[in-house]
């Protein structure tokens, strides 16, 4: 088909351009001195019963910077703006739903954390608990192993939720910074 040669280079032509006119591509290094950065994750220590919950919480925070436009993941806590590091606190998980029949229809699980950024400087900011705190709903099962998958996506579900909370608090703490002249 002739057109679609010629649509590919009208396509390339445009992500040529794109920089030129004021759009920058999301993700993209250079923005213009706004955004956190380059930020290393540090995996939290676990203080839950839940294993590998530190690591959920790693990958979250991890995957939040990733997709955030000025902010690059960083492996070297050294070459960081911020290095984040923190807890994982103890689950909480209850029954949120009852059936005289099946019993437990839903549980509650509430995910808490407590992260911190440290800069180069030697700024810190540490989160407000009450704002790291989440609970999600997720169905009970008579199979273990489903009933295990669905508290698993719950905890994904709230440490993706709570990774964006904190760090859209740490630009804004960036950002009052850098209005402030410090």
Known sequence: ????????ALLALGALSAP?????????EDSGGLGLGRVAVET????????????VVADALRR?????AGARLVEE?????WVV???VLPLR????????????LEYEVTLELVLRARAPDGRE???DRRALRETERYLSSADAEAQRKNRDEALRRVSRVLAARFLDWLDEEGRVDAEEGT
Do not use: H, K
Not at 64 to 68: A, D, I, M, N
Not at 77 to 81: G, L, N, V
């Open 85 to 87: 590091s923190g807890r």
């Open 93 to 104: 998980v209850v029954p949120a739903s009852l059936s005289p029949v099946v019993l437990t």
């Open 77 to 81: 806590p050294e070459r960081a703006d």
């Open 64 to 68: 939040e910077v990733l997709r955030r």
């Open 1 to 8: 088909m002739p057109w679609r040669p010629a649509a590919f």
């Open 125 to 127: 900011r540490e989160s």
């Open 20 to 28: 030129g006119c004021g759009y920058t591509w999301v993700g993209a």
């Open 44 to 55: 939290p220590e676990n203080a839950s019963r839940q294993s590998g919950l530190d690591l």
